[in-house]
């Protein structure tokens, strides 16, 4: 049984993903490069339960104890008493391979390693642990907001063996996602769809056909999505949006060509909500 958990990342996912499990009664250790980044995390954390209480999503009494449930460290050796680690850095295969071969090192023999990239072949971040690892290597690919999407696709790599599939979708359910095994192709399942519908939205914009406002609408009330494509780019940020896209490009060809549209907003800081700006326009403290 998953009882000590593990999460590399302290940014938007990283940190989510920590607390989903965090609630669901696991020991949690989230890990990133400064003591600055981690109290950011804890905060906005805090920030999540808080509201989350006054939504009735989650009790009073659950807040600070999820929260001790969260301890936070700069050294990735401190991992060598997890059960699960997930990988949630920045989408770039040379970052991610660092943070593997490190706890490839650190991390018990029975430890599951588990990414969380939303485009990059499972298989070939696997070739970055030694080959005995292999076998518990997986991807679990969580969706954002994660403290409120149910879905986590699960990718088995080449080499992963069926206990430790099981083993991962069992601890997502406990942590009261809804797991989808996926094969292990470039993009899986989600990311194709979705990026296949960002990307008509923006040639419509280009086009002059609609607003990006009048899109998200459509896409709400027409197609029944919780969220319209640009705001939920301005959420997850454009620029990541465009690197997926340019490997969704490489891998499969002219369908997923990025618009020029989203390469002058990357190229002109308008990354979304965060920034202040993107395809709609914020409040600073937005």
């Known amino acids: 049984m998953i009882n000590n958990v593990g999460v590399v990342g302290a940014g938007l996912m990283g940190s989510e993903i920590a607390l989903v499990f965090a609630l669901a009664g696991k020991k949690v250790m989230l890990?990133?490069?400064?003591?600055?980044?981690?109290?950011?995390?804890?905060?906005?954390?805090?920030?999540?339960?808080?509201?989350?209480?006054?939504?009735?999503?989650y009790e009073a009494d659950q807040?600070?104890?999820?929260?001790?449930r969260i301890r936070t460290t700069t050294e990735l050796h401190d991992y060598s008493d997890r059960d699960l680690v997930i990988?949630?850095?920045?989408?770039?295969?040379?970052?991610?391979?660092?943070?593997?071969?490190?706890?490839?090192?650190?991390?018990?023999?029975?430890?599951?390693?588990?990414?969380?990239?939303?485009?990059?072949s499972i298989t070939g971040l696997s070739s970055h642990v030694n080959a005995q690892r292999r076998s518990r290597f997986i991807g679990t690919h969580f969706f954002s907001p994660v403290s409120r999407m149910k879905l986590v696709e699960v990718i088995p790599a080449m080499d992963t063996?069926?206990?430790?599939?099981?083993?991962?979708?069992?601890?997502?359910?406990?942590?009261?996602?809804?797991?989808?095994?996926?094969?292990?192709?470039?993009?899986?399942?989600?990311?194709?769809?979705?990026h296949a519908l960002v990307i008509e939205s923006m040639r419509l914009v280009e086009e002059g056909v609609a607003t990006p406002e009048d899109i998200d609408a459509a896409c709400k009330l027409g197609l029944g999505h919780p969220i319209g494509?640009?705001?939920?780019?301005?959420?997850?940020?454009?620029?990541?949006?465009?690197?997926?896209?340019?490997?969704?490009?490489?891998?499969?060809?002219?369908r997923f060509q990025p618009r020029p549209i989203l390469k002058q907003m990357v190229q002109a800081g308008y990354n979304g909500k965060r920034a202040g700006r993107g395809w709609y326009k914020y409040d600073k403290e937005a």
């Open 161 to 194: 063996a069926p206990e430790t599939i099981t083993a991962t979708m069992q601890v997502c359910k406990d942590a009261g996602k809804a797991p989808i095994e996926v094969k292990d192709v470039v993009g899986f399942a989600v990311n194709r769809i979705l």
């Open 87 to 120: 990988e949630a850095v920045f989408e770039d295969e040379a970052v991610k391979a660092a943070v593997f071969a490190t706890l490839d090192k650190v991390v018990p023999e029975n430890c599951i390693i588990a990414s969380n990239t939303s485009s990059i």
């Open 63 to 68: 807040v600070e104890s999820t929260l001790e």
């Open 229 to 254: 494509p640009f705001q939920l780019l301005d959420l997850t940020q454009n620029s990541l949006s465009l690197q997926v896209q340019e490997i969704l490009h490489d891998a499969y060809g002219e």
């Open 31 to 57: 890990n990133d490069t400064s003591e600055e980044s981690l109290a950011r995390a804890k905060k906005n954390l805090e920030g999540i339960l808080h509201r989350g209480v006054g939504r009735g999503f």
